[in-house]
């Protein structure tokens, strides 16, 4: 009986785990907004602006974004509100400083600052939340250049200087499945 009971504790243990792991994996993705440099007033000199930033990245249900600031705040607001910087009638409000924002449907999502002259300045952001039903295309492979380098780099899966959304999720997505199969492993046989 008590190798029995230890089996069972053993495959509990394990389910449990692995359940844990599949969870962590399925949440979502975090994007950092503006990165670095976080969500400011754009001087100018910034590479790109928030919306070219959303641009590259490719974001789903579940996915959310985290905001860093100070002196600020952010607004979700409508799509008519967010072309003309219209802070009086926000759907949301946010001015701890260090916002997450959770996506719980597809579609547009508005972003604005709330401080006088920010968003008239470019401190806004449109995000485009991917319907469940949506898959990427594969892209086709870049046709040969004549001097035998097309600028593409094999070990990126993609344009120079560029690492999608998509690739870091599957990265994550795999190390979590491999640690949670060798806790399995490690679980039922020792």
Known sequence: MGSASKAFNNMLFAAVLTASMVAVVVSGFQFEVGENMGWRKPTGKEPETYNEWAARNRFHIGD???FKYRKDSVLVVSSADYLTC??????SKFDDGNTVFQFDHSGFFYFISGQPGNCE????LIIRVMHPSEVEAPELAPSPSAGGNSGWNSDNWGPPGVISSSIKLSVVSYFMTVVAALCVMVCLFV
Do not use: L, Y
């Open 64 to 66: 959310s974004v985290h």
């Open 86 to 91: 219209n802070k009086s009638n926000p759907i």
């Open 121 to 124: 300045s470019g401190e806004r």
